[in-house]
């Protein structure tokens, strides 16, 4: 039993001792662990001490002793520690559980301060006053106490909780220790943003003892004494701190004294403290810039004002309202209006300051005007009404402008929506709406010119324009057939024009004289029309050398010439009809073959029919592609068979019949001719083949009727062969014996129903005859009236489908005409510039006037260019711009084309030579387009001063043309951006946006600019953003 006993215990000893054993490895496993893990710490290797303190905690777990039990809270302590510091999620929660398991043991207060240290040294001040407040400080020492007290204070305070902050600082401000200085300087921090500053300086006072803080006190009394407005006592207190040594802010320091300078109004000695401290800081506030730039502005150093200035171009407050007021005025004393309108077009965007606004948005208008940008001028200039103190000169101003505004239709929108006008406004509007309406003419717009003139003539406050708008309005009714009215309209004018000397030449004197003689041409009143051509003829000749128009001094001289050699013919004044016509053939007017023409004409009147023939035989011999060649070789056929000698009449007409079979629409007389010469010389067989000629060459009903006459005297009564005749007719297409009465009265039916302007039942009516009769005696004149008919309707289509008919059974009196109008739709309404190229071309093969030439010309080139055709466009340009008929616009259309080929090209100095001379010759919207693309190719050769110089001038000259005006400002945008002017690039784009939003894709485009130049501007900005209102930003730098 005792041996039993011994050995149980003996058992239960050995165990205890091998359990203790076990123990004190693990023990010592763990510590080892932990050692590991706070090495981890101290060299920042978190990760790896958190594995180490992890290890800790498993080994010990399962040990209940007393040290493994003090090891393993220390573990499980720093293991939170260091997720915490890791950022990991679960770290704040570790650590509170850790508090919450260990209180009220002190360990759980040595977590909340380290969780709180650890949130204060990384500037989370809002969670370190959580933790700090949880903290119980009543059982510290008091270096603990001020360690609590004062990081929590000093996070309150970068909070500016300043209440809080003081609260804290004050129970541990007493306390001599390490924590002494600091907490009293931020005491005396805490009273200085509160504006208490008799207690700032008390504690600042304290803090004044400490080396450390010492050199920073100045900085803060500075402050106060510029706070209080102390101007005189923080000069005399701060310039002699600055020349310490040691001294901290002195950055700052010098922007006080310079501030001070300013308040007290002295610009020039605050100038150099002011820039000191802009030179050491890289971005300065709003309020900073400001003061800069106005004391460089006061000192009249207008270059660095606008540097400094210009840094607040993108503020929207009233600092930067005023900021641009003043930058535009120092830019003007440089001499830079651009730069100066685009800081008055911020000034006039902001109203803080309504006065300002007011007068910015005055001079932009002004100076608008000034740099030759009438449309900005206007906009600005017209908002300004009878109460404002700028009205009257204002008013005075866009009088000048609306005169140098290309823009009438605009400038017209804003003057009639102006309730009362000044006089010179009343002035201005008479010569807009006579401007517009000359535009209006161009455009070919004549009813709307006629409106613009007559609305001239409402305000007829100057005589020059009120005679000219009479004039024009006489052309115009000329030209819609009202020959009363015109000659009263041009009385009207020639009694005013008889007193003035300063007329232009398309609208003069002379020029009246000529629209007065047509007036009565027109009337047949030859006697009162060769009065007016003669005295137009005679005063262009005596007042040649001055006149300085080609086309009047011409031209309308050759015309009044002829024309009056016209009415000398017409009143059987032969001897005079002549003496006019051989003054135009010896001078070669234009028409003068028309002269040698009428001359002959006269002859044979008079019984001279050698000098007759001799006239025709000239014409047809030296100017065989005249508009009279064809005529004058019937005529010398007909002449020679009056006087029987037949075969010499022969020759003319067969070359008429054969040289000029595709472009006259004499063809089928001559053909008569040579058949009735035939006859009488006895050759029948000859005389019939020419009358049967005469069926295949389309001719009128007339015409017709004599050949098939002809024909049957001849078969009939000649030969007596009249079946053959029969037969024949039968061949004919429509001349079926018993249809013949029918297709005529058919035909007559359509033909009163067109006559008559009912175009609708002329169309059914016309279709109805070329049903019954699809080769009917007037088949030809149907197709061609039909499709008169659907263009006078607008029915293209169908139109373009009957004169395709009509130019597809060839050579006609209709020919030319049906080329002209198919070529005419297909460009504008089918917009099948193929088909229009091809009956242009052959319209100018065919054409039997210049001037029905040159519009072929004019056609093919328009077609060629939109087929991109470039050999026919060079080879129709040149035609066009040399052609004598071509107007300077025409020409310049020519090389317009030539210029925008070159373009595609990338033949850029061809284009420029071209381009040039469409700018010299014309003004309308091809001429702005050419404007802009020279501006282009010198940007796109990289002479951006050209480009930047064309751009500007064009915003004026294309002024009525608002998409090109866009175009070019666009370009002058990229063109500022390049040259780093990104404030200018940015106004113009600006401008723009405000002002113009017809074509939206030009408008997006702006749009995107102008954001990536905000974002330029941004990147580069110096200007430094406001402050957190929540958060104290504080200087921890060295930088002084």
Known sequence: MKSRLILTFLTAWFASFILHAQSSTVFTDANEAYKRGEAFMEKGLLDQAQQEFQQTIAKLKPVNEPEAELLLTK????????????????????????????????????????????????????????????VPTGGMTREQRSEVRFKMGYSFFVQKRFPQAKANFAEIKDFDNEYYYPTNYYLGLCYFYESNYDQAISQFRVVEKSKKYKPYIPYYLTQIYFAERRFDELIAYAEPRLQEAGLRNTTEINQLVGQAYFEKGDYKKALPYLEYYAERSGKMREEEWYQLGFAQYQAGDYQKAVRSLSELSSVDSPMGQSAMYYLADANLKLGRKTSARTALASAKRMNYDTQIQEEALFNYGKLSYELKDPREAIGALQTFGPGSRYYVEAQTLMSE??????????????????????????????????????????????????????????????????????????????????????????????????????????????????????????????????????????????????????????????????????????????????????????????????????????????????????????????????????????????????????????????????????????????????????????????????????????????????????????????????????????????????NLSKDSINFKAAESQFENGNYSRAITAYTDYLRKFPNGLYTLTAFYHRAESNAVLRQYTEALQDYETVI????????????????????????????????????????????ERFEAQLGALRSAYRLNNTQAVYTLANK?????????????????????????????????????????????????????????????????????????????????????????????????????????????????????????????????????????????????????????????????
């Open 75 to 134: 573990a499980e302590f720093n293991y939170a520690k260091c997720a915490v510091q890791l950022n990991d999620p679960d770290g704040e929660k570790l650590i509170l559980d850790f508090i919450r398991s260990h209180r009220p043991d002190p360990i759980a207060n040595d977590a909340l301060v380290e969780i709180a240290n650890y949130y204060y040294n990384d500037g989370k001040y809002e969670k370190a006053v959580e933790y700090y407040s949880q």
């Open 401 to 738: 402008i609306f005169l140098s505004y290309r823009d009438y239709k605009q400038a017209l929108e804003v003057l009639e929506n102006m309730p009362n006008k000044s006089p010179q406004l009343q002035k201005s509007y008479q010569q807009v709406t006579y401007l517009r309406a000359l535009q209006l003419m161009q455009e070919n717009d004549l009813e709307g010119a006629k409106l613009h003139f007559n609305k001239s003539l409402q305000f007829p406050t100057d005589l020059k324009t009120k005679a000219l708008a009479t004039y024009w309005l006489a052309d115009i009714s000329h030209r819609q057939e009202n020959y009363d009215q015109s000659i009263r309209q041009t009385n009207e004018f020639l009694t005013m024009a008889k007193t003035m000397s300063n007329l232009p030449d398309e609208a003069s004197m002379f020029t009246g004289n000529y629209l007065q003689g047509y007036n009565y041409l027109k009337q047949n009143n030859y006697t009162a029309a060769l009065g007016f051509f003669q005295e137009a003829a005679n005063g262009i000749t005596r007042n040649k050398a001055f006149i300085g128009n080609n086309d009047v001094k011409d031209r309308v001289l050759g015309d009044a010439i002829l024309r009056a050699g016209d009415c000398n013919f017409k009143r059987n004044n032969y001897d005079q009809a002549i003496k006019y016509y051989d003054q135009a053939i010896d001078q070669r007017y234009s028409g003068f073959v028309y002269a040698i023409y009428q001359k002959a004409i006269i002859e044979g009147l008079r019984g001279r029919v050698t000098d007759k023939i001799l006239a025709l035989e000239r014409i047809a011999r030296e100017f065989p592609k005249s508009d009279y060649a064809d005529e004058a070789l019937l005529q010398l056929g007909i002449t020679y068979q009056e006087i029987g000698q037949l075969n010499k009449a022969v020759p003319p007409l067969k070359t008429l019949v054969t040289d000029y079979k595709n472009s006259s629409n004499l063809i089928t007389k001559g053909l008569i001719q040579l058949g009735l010469i035939s006859y009488n010389q006895g050759s029948l067989e000859t005389a019939i083949n020419y009358y049967k000629q005469v069926f295949s060459n389309n001719p009128e009903p007339s015409d017709a009727s004599l050949a098939l006459a002809a024909l049957e005297e001849i078969y009939v009564d000649d030969m007596g062969r009249a079946d053959e005749y029969f037969a024949f007719l039968e061949t004919i297409p429509g001349y079926k014996v018993d």
């Open 808 to 851: 597809g059974k060839g050579n006609s009196k209709f020919y030319a005409k049906s080329l002209e109008k198919a070529a005419i739709i297909a460009y504008n309404h089918s917009l099948d510039f193929n088909k229009s190229y091809t009956y242009y071309s052959q319209l100018e093969a065919v054409a039997s006037t210049d001037e």
């Open 880 to 1040: 066009v711009a040399n052609n004598p008929s071509a107007s300077q616009e025409q020409a310049a259309t020519a090389h317009f084309y030539i210029g925008k080929i070159n373009y595609d090209r990338k033949d850029y100095d061809g284009a420029l030579t071209s381009l040039n001379k469409v700018i010299q010759m014309s003004d309308n919207e091809q001429t702005a387009e050419a404007r802009y693309l020279k501006a282009y190719i010198y940007y796109l050769k990289r002479d951006l001063n050209t480009a930047q110089t064309l751009c500007l001038n064009s915003n004026k000259e294309s002024s009525a043309y608002p998409f090109w005006v866009a175009k070019s400002i666009i370009l002058l945008s990229d063109i500022l951006s390049e040259k780093g002017d990104l404030y200018n690039a940015r106004a113009a784009l600006e401008a723009l946006l405000e002002n113009y939003n017809e074509d939206q894709e030009l408008v997006q485009t702006a749009r995107t600019k102008l954001e990536r130049i905000n974002q330029q501007l941004n990147q580069n900005s110096k200007l430094r953003a406001a402050p957190d209102p929540n958060r104290l930003e504080l200087d921890n730098s060295n930088n002084n």
